[in-house]
C-alpha cells in the first residue's frame, strides 16, 4: 500500500487514513476472514475468482465492522437505535453488547422471525414497526426523539463506511494481484469503503458493485437515470433499498465505481453453486457478485477478481426452496409425467426403467382422476438425474415401451 488517499471533505467523505485507523480500530475484535482461490469457479467463469469469507464474521455478515466502527464513537453507556432488516441489526446488537451500550433496532413487521429471534439473542430490544426499512427508518428516529438515543445509520455514515472500508484492506493484503473486487450494493457502504480502500493501492483495482434488477437504486444513480425498480420480493433481501445513500453516492461516483444488474434468478443460481461447489452457505446478496461474472462473463474475463460473500443469514426455508430450484435449472431434479393402464405391474415397469437408466427416483404421486380414461392412471414422479440430457434418456427409454411420458416444467 502506499500513502496515497483521498482526502476528507464534504464532497468526499471517507479517507484511505480513515480506514486504516478504524482497521486498528477494530483490530481483535473481528475475525479476519480468509481470501481463497476457487478454482472450480474460476474454471467455470474465465476469471481467476478469489472468495472473500464476509459470511464467516461471528454475526453471520461484514456489518460487524462498520457497527463496531461506529458504536467506538457514542458515549459510554448511552443508548443507540438502529434499522435494519437483519444484518445490520445483528451487528449493532452484538457490538453494542460488547461494548456496554444498550441498542434498540427497528426491525420490518415482516422480517423473518430467524432474524428476529437472533436480533434478540444478541441482546437488543427488537421493535417491529413498518412494511419495509424505509417505514422501519422513520420509527427509528421516532425512538431516537423519543429516549434521547443516537441514530446508527446501516450504510450513509462516514465511520461506517470507513468500518466496512477495512475488508478491502485486508483483501489487497491477502492478495495484492488482485484486478477487481466484486460486491453487492444495496445503500452502498461496503461498495464506498472498498473503493477508498483500494485507492491507496500500488495499482489500479477496479471496485464492481451488483444490484439485483429489482431493486437497482445506486446503478440508477449513478447512471443519471429515473428509477427502473420494479421493487416486491426479492432473494437478495439485503440489498433490497429504494434510496441509496447520499455520502455512498458520491464517493461511488468519485472513484468511478460501475454497478451491474443481474436478475433474480443469476443470485439463486449463484447461491446454489457457492453451496455446491465451495460448501459455504451466503445470502442472495452475498451471492450477487458471483451472478455478476456468470450474467457478464466478457467483463470479467480473465481478470483477477476477488468476490466479497458478504453475508451468510439466509431464511432456512429461502435456501432450500433455491436449492431445489437449483438443481432443476440444472436439469439434475426433474418432474416426469407417465400415464399408464391401471393394471397390475405398470408402477414397477416405469421403477424399472428408470432404475435401468441409473436415475433414482425421489418422489412418486398417484393420481387417478387425473388422466384421460376411467381405466388409466396418472404417476407424477420427480426423478434424480446427473443432467438435462439424463433427464431425456430416461424419457425416451420409457416412450420406447410405448407408454406416454413427458417432462414437466417446475
Known amino acids: 500500500m502506499t500513502d496515497s488517499s483521498v482526502p476528507s471533505s464534504p464532497d468526499v467523505p471517507v479517507s484511505l487514513d480513515d480506514i486504516r485507523r478504524a482497521g486498528e480500530a477494530i483490530h481483535g475484535s473481528l475475525e479476519r476472514t480468509p481470501l481463497t482461490l476457487s478454482r472450480t469457479l474460476s474454471e467455470i467463469t474465465g476469471a481467476t475468482v478469489h472468495l472473500k469469507f464476509e459470511n464467516l464474521q461471528y454475526t453471520g455478515s461484514f456489518k460487524g465492522r462498520g457497527a463496531r466502527h461506529r458504536l467506538l464513537t457514542v458515549a459510554p453507556g448511552h443508548g443507540v437505535v438502529a434499522m435494519s432488516a437483519g444484518n445490520h441489526a445483528q451487528g449493532v446488537a452484538h457490538h453494542g453488547a460488547l461494548l456496554g451500550l444498550p441498542t434498540t433496532i427497528v426491525m420490518p413487521e415482516n422480517t423473518p422471525f430467524v432474524k428476529v429471534a437472533r436480533t434478540r439473542d444478541l441482546g437488543a430490544e427488537v421493535v417491529l414497526a413498518g412494511a ?61 469503503g472498498l473503493a477508498v480502500a483500494a485507492s491507496g493501492h500500488d495499482r489500479p483495482v477496479e471496485i464492481v458493485g451488483v444490484q439485483t434488477e ?12 429515473a428509477s427502473t425498480a420494479r421493487a416486491g420480493s426479492t432473494v437478495a433481501d439485503g440489498i433490497a433499498v429504494t434510496e441509496p445513500g447520499r455520502l455512498t453516492s458520491t464517493i461511488l461516483a468519485e472513484h468511478g465505481v460501475d454497478v451491474l444488474v443481474v436478475p433474480e434468478a443469476a443470485i439463486e443460481q449463484a447461491i446454489a453453486m457457492l453451496l455446491e461447489i465451495e460448501k459455504t452457505v451466503v445470502e442472495g446478496a452475498g451471492a450477487a457478485g458471483l451472478a455478476a461474472l456468470m450474467t457478464y462473463p466478457d467483463r470479467f474475463a480473465g481478470k483477477r477478481v476477488g468476490l466479497v460473500l458478504s453475508g451468510g443469514n439466509i431464511d432456512p426455508r429461502t435456501l432450500s426452496v433455491v436449492t431445489l430450484r437449483g438443481l432443476a435449472v440444472a436439469g439434475r431434479l426433474n418432474r416426469l409425467r407417465v400415464e399408464l393402464d391401471d393394471v397390475p405391474g405398470r408402477l414397477a415397469l416405469v421403477a424399472d426403467l428408470i432404475a435401468r437408466e441409473a436415475a433414482n427416483v425421489v418422489e412418486v404421486d398417484h393420481d387417478g382422476l387425473g388422466s384421460t380414461g376411467a381405466r388409466s392412471t396418472v404417476l407424477e414422479l420427480r426423478i434424480d438425474t446427473l443432467d438435462a440430457e439424463h433427464a431425456e434418456r430416461v424419457l425416451e427409454a420409457i416412450l420406447a415401451e ?9
Do not use: K, N
Not at 468500518?163 to 483483501?171: R, S
Not at 429489482?214 to 437515470?225: H, N, T
Not at 410405448?402 to 417446475?410: F, I, N, S, T, Y
Open 402 to 410: 410405448g407408454l406416454r411420458a413427458e417432462l414437466v416444467d417446475w
Open 132 to 192: 419495509d426499512v424505509e417505514e422501519a427508518a422513520v420509527r427509528a428516529h421516532e425512538l431516537a426523539d423519543e429516549r434521547g438515543l443516537e441514530f446508527i445509520h446501516p450504510f450513509d455514515d462516514p465511520a461506517v463506511i470507513a468500518g466496512q472500508g477495512t475488508v478491502g484492506l485486508e483483501m489487497l493484503e491477502q492478495e495484492p494481484a488482485l484486478d477487481m473486487i466484486v460486491t453487492a450494493v444495496g445503500g452502498g457502504g461496503l461498495a464506498a
Open 214 to 225: 429489482r431493486y437497482p437504486s445506486m446503478a440508477d444513480e449513478l447512471a443519471g437515470r
